[in-house]
Structure formats: structure tokens, C-alpha cells
């Protein structure tokens, strides 16, 4: 096999399919997607299911704690997981620029296999495509995922209430940072990794110890800022937010000074924010910080009756002042 | 709103709600949509799924049949419903380059969501990513589809048997022959459309009439050619198909001529092949050719014994040869 992707390793040739027996297949090892049809074909119980797609376009494709192979595995299981699904497949399909070399290929691949296995998700079927030099910038991968949702969990946007509280579920802004870090050359005395990882197992702890979580989400792009005010839009409610209570590392602190970012704006691919009724949130904030992937989770808010929707930060000085979704263009293809 | 694609539409950012909300939600209007999670949910009975997900990127985007949008749409239902299953729900992954025309992404949008209503499926779900000008193509699409597959069918591509019958459902070569006309600005006297349509309502009235059909699937990149080839080695068969049944317009056999393509290699987007059993075979074609989709199925050839898994083309003058896969590159960014 060549050491790079050609045009003809996307035309349904020989070629491709050699790609598919040599690559694919031995990493993603199923007998869904060992049977080769264009399909995947499984038995699923009665119930709720959940199905979310993102494409991911990262650059640079790898990073300190990651790559856009794991992270097309983490993003996927954690919208599922925002649902409180338990994720089950995943569908993926590439998109390969001619020229890229096929060990980085493997190296991503070989990343998502491993992602997946640790939160026994099979990637059951997929597609490859080609695009010339220049029409595509290495390789873009989308994931489809689907889970099952257990019975009486109805997590929603549009579901928290006054009164109810907002949890973090621990440092925020370390993926925009060291994706940002790595673009720039930028050198800090300690290594700022990105957080992607799979939420799936803190979800199942949450919904198991507090069933009736009102709302949860992923701060992504446009970070924990415009994640807020978006759930503040869909619940028609305002937010109270406290500076001092948001888990921010000094580094990625020190970083957002220097790079003139706010951390509240700056993606994350490991955290969520949790919103629940105010009788549960000690609770709920005990089973998070008893879980690695919640240890350093706090109560960051409280949410309050607002016509205008508006999310509001109480300052470290004890001054209030409003954060607004992200307006212009902060941190292209930071996912 | 801008009338381009700008980096800032891609950021989590105002701008990007602002494009979800002006194109995507009015044009694919549906209550899970609507709900602005990062996932959809939905109630599913018990049964077999089928999950099937293609990137897109096809080159140029508009084209005589149809376009991106139609063909992302038709396509992920086609690859569903050769595994016999009912699509229902899709999700959709954009890959915007800056600088892409809004009114270009609406008609795209609009044909997407005219080609889902036409099969009954739902959009209930996507993504939005854009990449710097140089480093896409216009967009890119992935679409992921799910579909429950009705008791007692069984097709995998490992189920043709020796003796069976191989049929086609219509012409062959209508898609990629639109294209490479198009890409080389050839004039026929005949205009040559895409084939590009959805199969499941053909599909299902197949299987309702046959329910053993062994294999269905649908010779899109590669051909009829290399369909048959991949059906043989998974089904460890060989296959004797005649020139002179296989179903190929004036107009494309005169273009295949000119552009020196072999119509049996030449991509289509509306076409199945189908094996069954010798003695279910009259009666499935009768059904096909019955279906507006269909009318002009014939049957191609036979299934036979093989060690090789050769496919062998009776030619017109009674003579043999082998029909391999595609081997080198063809028609690239056909799909």
C-alpha cells in the first residue's frame, strides 16, 4: 500500500477497499463492520433513544492529551451522554485530503478504537471519502452516535427553573487553551492538556444518584459563556453566576491573560454543566466530586426569573456584570 | 445576516445560531430539531435497526437530477433500505469553507429537506462546522440514517447462493455520466440526468412480495462492476452476467464511448441490484418492473460456482471475460 492517500483510495476501488481490510477493519474490529455491507444491522430493546452527529475539523489533528480521532469519539458519546443515553454505536465517516500520510491515519484510527473500547461503543459502520489537494485539509471525520435513554430521565434545555442550581463539573477552558497554545508555539511551565474525554460513566453516576437532573450539557464551542446562555434562551430564565466559584487552573488562567481570552468563552470536550433543583444539588455535587472525571466539580450559580434571559456574573470584587453568548469569531476549528 | 460563509458561523458563536435558526430549522421544521439540544430523542419499538451513515462531497455540487443536499439525503436512505429497513430518522453534518454562498447552503438545505419528506424521514439532528477558504470545497455533507428492519428480512451481501438469479432495477450509468458531462461541459442530444433518487418505497414493495431476497444492494462508486465483485467474494460465488440484458441508455453508452468509461463501472445513485432465488426471480421482477422506480429491471445473470469469485460478462458475440473491480481512479467526487 502507498504511505499516503490517493484519489483512488476514494473511488470504490481496489484501492479502497484495501484501505478499508488494512486500516479500518483490524482497528475497529466487530462483526458489524466485518460483514462489510454498507449497513450496520443490530437488535435494539423498546425505548427511548438518543442520535447526535458533529463533524469534526480540528487543526492541528494532534494536540497534548488527544487528537481529532478522540476526539470524534468523546464529542459524539458526550451529546449522547447529555441525554443521559447510554451510547451504544457510532457511525463514522471521513473525509481524507490526497497527500495525507496513511501511519497519521492509522495513529487517529488506532485513537478511536481506543476511545470507543473504553466506553463499549462498537463503530458499527462507515464510509471514506477523497478530495483533492487542497480541497480539504488532511482529514475531517463526522461521528453519528446512538444511545438508549433509560426510563424517566428527561434531560432537556429548556427544562430549568428558578431557584434551581448550576454545577461545573470541574476546570474550565483547558482544551481551547492547549489547542490555542500548540497554534501559537506558546510555552507554559506546566503542560496544558486538552480535557477531552467521555462523560458517559459520571452521567450514568448522576442519573442514577439524582434521576430528575433538569438540564445537562457539554460546554463546547463557545464555551461555558454561550453554553449558559443558550440553556437560559430554552428555559426562558436568567442565571446567576459567581466568579470565585469557576474552577479555572492557573495556567489556563495565566494563558487567557496572555492570549486576551476570557475562559469562560473557551471550548472544553471533558466537562458538563449540570442544572438541578436546589434540594439536589448538594447531593448531586457529592456523587460528582466522587468520580475522577467530576472531582473538582462546584455549584458555580443559581438560576433566577429573568425576562430577558440574561446571564449575569457576580465578580470577584462583588460587581455584577452580564456575559453574553460568544458574538464574533474566537477559536476557529477548535473541534 | 451576511451573504457568504464567514469563520465566526462556525464558532458556537451568535452567528452561528443565527444560521441554524434562518436555514436549518424553518427548511427541516420538525419538533426534535426544534428542541435545539445536541442530540435528538425518540420512542423505538423493539426490533432490528439498521444504522448507515456517507460523507458527500461531489464535485459539482449542482448538477442535471439533483444536487449535494438530494443526494446526501438519498443516498444514507438507499443504504438503509438495501438491509430491507424503513429509514426514519437522519441526522446531518455540514463542513462549510468560508467565503460559501448562503443562497448556495438554502437550496442545498431546501432540497435536503424536499428529498426527507418525500421518504417519510426526519432530520432530527446535526452539526455545523466551517474551515478556512482553501481548506474545503464549498461543503462538504455526512448524513447518518436509522431505519427498523421488518421482521423475518434477512439480506447481507454473504447470502447469494449458487443457481440464484442477479437483477438490476434500471439503467445503468445515468449518474456518473451526468457528472463527468457536466465536468467536461459535453452536450448530448438527450440531456443525462442523475439517477439520483430514493429506493426504499421500491425496496419495500420487493420485500413485501419477496421477503427471501438474498442481497440487495445499491451500485453506487465502482458500478454494477464492482457491486457484483464485492457480492461475490462475501458470498464466496461466482456470477456469469450477459451484455446484452444489462439496461444502459443510447445517450450514456455513447458518452461511456467518448469519454473511453465502461458503463459498468460508471457510479449510480438510483439503482439496485438484486439476487434472489432462481424460483423467486420471475415474480420479483414482475413487481419491480411494476414500481415507477423499476420498470425497466431486467435480469442481469446467474450466480454460479466459483472458487475464484469470479464475475464473468457474456458479450454481445458469445464470447467470455472477466469483469474485475475497479481498479485505478475513475470518476473521483462522484458522491
Redesign the interface.
Known amino acids: 500500500m502507498s504511505s499516503v492517500i490517493?484519489?483512488?483510495h476514494?473511488?470504490?476501488?481496489?484501492?479502497?477497499?484495501q484501505l478499508i481490510e488494512q486500516i479500518f477493519l483490524p482497528a475497529f474490529d466487530n462483526p458489524y463492520l466485518n460483514?462489510?455491507?454498507?449497513?450496520?444491522?443490530?437488535?435494539?430493546?423498546?425505548?427511548?433513544?438518543?442520535?447526535?452527529?458533529?463533524?469534526?475539523?480540528i487543526a492541528p489533528l494532534f494536540f497534548p492529551g488527544g487528537d481529532i480521532g478522540s476526539l470524534a469519539v468523546h464529542g459524539t458519546i458526550n451529546?449522547?451522554a447529555?441525554?443521559g443515553?447510554t451510547p451504544l454505536?457510532l457511525?463514522?465517516?471521513?473525509?481524507l485530503e490526497e497527500g495525507f500520510l496513511i501511519t497519521d491515519l492509522q495513529r487517529i484510527v488506532a485513537s478511536m478504537a481506543r476511545a470507543a473500547k473504553k466506553s463499549k461503543v462498537v463503530i458499527?459502520?462507515?464510509?471514506?471519502?477523497?478530495?483533492?489537494r487542497?480541497?480539504?485539509?488532511g482529514v475531517?471525520i463526522?461521528t453519528?452516535g446512538?444511545g438508549i435513554?433509560p426510563d424517566g430521565i428527561s434531560l432537556?434545555?429548556?427544562r430549568a427553573k428558578v431557584g434551581d442550581k448550576i454545577i461545573v463539573s470541574g476546570f474550565v477552558g483547558d482544551h481551547g487553551i492547549a489547542i490555542m497554545s500548540l497554534r501559537h508555539n506558546l510555552h507554559f511551565h506546566t503542560l496544558i492538556q486538552s480535557d477531552s474525554v467521555a462523560l458517559d460513566d459520571l452521567v450514568q453516576a448522576m442519573i442514577k444518584a439524582v434521576p430528575d437532573i433538569h438540564c445537562l450539557?457539554?460546554p463546547?464551542?463557545?464555551?461555558v459563556a454561550?453554553t449558559l446562555n443558550?440553556l437560559a434562551q430554552?428555559s426562558k430564565i436568567g442565571m446567576v453566576i459567581e466568579e470565585a466559584k469557576i474552577p479555572i487552573k492557573i495556567a489556563v488562567a495565566s494563558a487567557c491573560e496572555l492570549l486576551g481570552l476570557d475562559a469562560l468563552y473557551v471550548?472544553n470536550e471533558g466537562k458538563l454543566i449540570a442544572i438541578c433543583a436546589q434540594q439536589d444539588a448538594a447531593y448531586l455535587l457529592t456523587i460528582m466530586q466522587a468520580h475522577l472525571l467530576g472531582r473538582d466539580a462546584q455549584i458555580i450559580g443559581t438560576v433566577v426569573s429573568d425576562q430577558r434571559c440574561l446571564v449575569q456574573l457576580k465578580t470577584r470584587f462583588g460587581g455584577m456584570r452580564i456575559i453574553d453568548?460568544?458574538?464574533?469569531?474566537?477559536?476557529?476549528?477548535?473541534?
Not at 134 to 137: E, I, L, R, S, V
Not at 220 to 223: D, F, L, P
Not at 325 to 335: D, F, K, V, W
Request: proline share 1%; glycine share 10%; aromatic share 6%.
Open positions: 490517493e484519489m483512488r476514494g473511488s470504490g476501488t481496489l484501492a479502497m477497499q460483514q462489510k455491507n454498507d449497513q450496520a444491522c443490530f437488535a435494539m430493546k423498546a425505548g427511548r433513544l438518543a442520535m447526535s452527529t458533529d463533524a469534526y475539523v451529546d449522547l447529555m441525554a443515553a454505536y457511525a463514522a465517516s471521513f473525509i458499527v459502520t462507515g464510509d471514506t471519502k477523497v478530495v483533492e487542497g480541497k480539504g485539509d475531517f463526522t453519528t446512538i435513554v432537556s434545555s429548556d450539557r457539554d463546547t464551542r463557545g464555551g454561550t443558550e430554552s471550548a453568548s460568544l458574538a464574533g469569531e474566537l477559536l476557529p476549528r477548535i473541534c
